[in-house]
């Protein structure tokens, strides 16, 4: 083997390994803008039901109109309830957390997602944040069982 032969190996073996970094760089999700969010498994509820709630519940009087009518424009989303947070997102995404409903425990989820919006339904009885989320990944659970 020459001298050029050798060259030309290294050349592409450099360029095939930028290649592989630059793929891996640009598709991973970016952690700066990730957060872990927690919610309820009792869920996931169409998000045209939890609108038709807060324009209904004697609790949600006073709700932001800008944030239901920003609520209204996502169209076909799933939401899960969270500690004073609604999470809404794709039922693809929904589709990654489980669904359970108990009688002897509270079960909650973690996952990692990007949030897109976050809005306040405002000044409420039991004030919400309207969290928008995409890419959720799946942690873990917990189960807190009530005493009986």
């Given at each position: 083997m020459g001298?050029?032969?050798?060259?030309?190996?290294?050349?592409?073996?450099?360029?095939a390994l930028a290649?592989?970094?630059?793929?891996?760089?640009?598709?991973s999700p970016n952690d700066e803008n990730?957060?872990?969010?927690?919610?309820?498994?009792?869920?996931?509820?169409?998000l045209s039901d939890i609108i038709k709630d807060v324009e209904t519940g004697s609790y949600y009087e006073g709700y932001?109109?800008?944030?239901?009518?920003?609520?209204k424009s996502l169209g076909d989303k799933s939401v899960f309830s969270g500690n004073g947070t609604f999470v809404v997102m794709?039922?693809?995404?929904?589709?990654k957390l489980r669904s359970?409903?108990?009688?002897?425990?509270?079960?909650?989820?973690?996952?990692?997602?990007?949030?897109l919006e976050s809005h306040s339904l405002g000044n409420v009885t039991y004030p919400k944040d309207v969290i928008l989320v995409e890419d959720v990944e799946y942690l873990r659970e917990n189960?807190?069982?009530?005493?009986?």
């Open positions: 001298k050029k032969t050798i060259i030309l190996i290294l050349i592409v073996l450099i360029a290649l592989v970094v630059g793929y891996y760089v640009s598709d990730r957060e872990t969010l927690s919610v309820s498994t009792e869920g996931p509820i169409p932001d109109n800008e944030t239901l009518k920003w609520m794709s039922p693809y995404d929904a589709s359970e409903y108990v009688t002897d425990a509270y079960i909650t989820e973690e996952f990692r997602c990007t949030v189960i807190t069982y009530f005493d009986v």
